[in-house]
């Protein structure tokens, strides 16, 4: 199905649910239109997303470095979860994912794109299955450690499967073992040209005279984490700049009036860090986070020192605990995972990190796992020389 009329190059992507879904889709999207223009060639870049939830938001807002937005066009689908345990929500889902597909079907065969590219997440299992109808070609890619039942999926219909870690392979089966692709994980062009200057600027730090702490629980949030800086909110403010991204639904105005004037001069809360966030980052001395691959890539690119308290439970299949295991291997980072995420714990380790030496050390070697190599950068240039 060609798209390669009048130079103009046609791709849609698929993905959402969560920001970890859509940030490294949009940093493809972002190389894919610079090595466009480099080129000669215009990118037309449409993105099918979740129609309820923070997806349109997210991918409206984004843009590159020229301030281009990242994508031309957004279509939301309705989408229905891929959930590992029993629930009754199961069942009408099913019709949810029906309708997904259907809404996929007549968008793709409207736009004809050359190539569809999936993020993951389960709004991109209808367009990928969609898209196989139509011999449109699939790239899917995993960001995690280990790969999620969107790709066990999407794999089936993909052309190619592209993995953040060469370790991920040994969990495909032997034919998808075939379409595999290592490429590392896309994160997008700004953090790469990320100011700490300007970080502080944002944050209305006019002297920094502490080390800057970031908590961030990614896009939705993380109620563990956001309890954990407001039980020990006095003892953190007194050794750091705390900067919280506390989540959309996790702001309590009342909590925060409550605070005490010495120790709110040092806390600054942010419901969400839209395009700030590769600035803020790197103003950051230490991050505490979430293990989602979206972030924890981002801060390696950055060469945080990290402290990471992986989701847990019977929600989640552990991908986060996988991903905190590479990185904790690798002397990268300090995981608090399960019973370790305690107020004790975090204040032993944060206070290990006061010592601007284990910062140091901990940040050189989270930053040379990334290695100053571009993942986003080489995926677009798979699919470009795909469009040709």
């Known amino acids: 199905m060609s798209s390669k009329t009048n130079d103009i190059l046609k791709i849609a992507f698929a993905g959402g649910g969560t920001g970890g879904h859509i940030y490294p889709g949009l940093a493809v999207a972002d190389e894919f239109r610079a090595l466009c223009k480099k080129n000669g060639k215009t990118a037309q ?3 099918i997303g979740n129609s309820k939830g923070m997806d349109k938001n997210i991918v409206s807002k984004n843009v590159d470095s020229d301030g281009n937005h990242s994508a031309d066009f957004f279509y939301g689908i309705p989408s229905g979860k891929l ?28 736009i004809k794109p050359y190539m569809l590219f999936s993020k993951g997440g389960f709004v991109s299992v ?43 392979e040994s969990y495909l089966s032997e034919s998808a073992k075939k379409k595999a692709i290592v490429t590392g994980n896309p994160v997008r062009p700004v953090f790469y040209s990320a100011d700490a200057e300007k970080g502080l600027k944002f944050l209305n730090i006019q002297k920094k005279s502490k080390p800057v702490l970031l908590v961030v629980g990614g896009s939705l949030g993380a109620k563990q984490l956001n309890n954990l800086v407001r039980e020990n909110i006095q003892w953190l403010c007194e050794k750091f700049i705390v900067v919280h991204q506390t989540g959309e ?4 105005d009342a909590e925060l009036s409550q605070i005490s004037a010495e120790v709110r001069e040092n806390y600054k809360p942010f419901a969400f860090i839209y395009n700030e966030m590769p600035d803020v980052i790197a103003c950051a001395d230490i991050v505490v986070s979430r293990s ?97």
């Not at 029993?86 to 065969?109: H, Y």
């Open 126 to 168: 209808p367009p990928c299955l969609a898209a196989k109808l139509l011999k449109i070609p699939v790239y899917t890619h995993e960001c995690d450690f280990t790969p999620g039942l969107a790709t066990r999926l999407n794999s089936r219909n993909a052309k190619h499967i592209l993995l953040s870690y060469t370790e991920t």
């Open 249 to 252: 639904k996790n702001v309590d």
């Open 45 to 47: 870049i449409y993105w």
């Open 83 to 110: 959930r590992r345990y029993f629930s009754v929500q199961n069942f009408f889902d099913i019709f949810k994912i029906f309708a997904g597909f259907i809404a996929s079907f007549f968008i793709l065969a409207k």
């Open 292 to 388: 989602g691959a979206n972030s924890i890539w981002e801060c390696s690119v950055l060469s945080k020192a990290m402290i990471l308290v992986p989701l847990c439970g019977s929600g989640t299949r552990g991908d986060q605990e996988d991903n905190a295991a590479f990185f904790e291997k690798h002397e990268a980072a300090v995981v608090l995972g399960r019973n370790n995420a305690s107020s004790e714990n975090l204040k032993s380790d944060l206070t290990k990190f006061l010592d601007q030496d284990i910062r140091k050390k901990y940040a050189e070697k989270n930053g040379s796992l990334s290695n100053g190599v571009r993942p986003a950068e080489k995926i677009a240039e798979l699919l470009y020389k795909e469009s040709l």
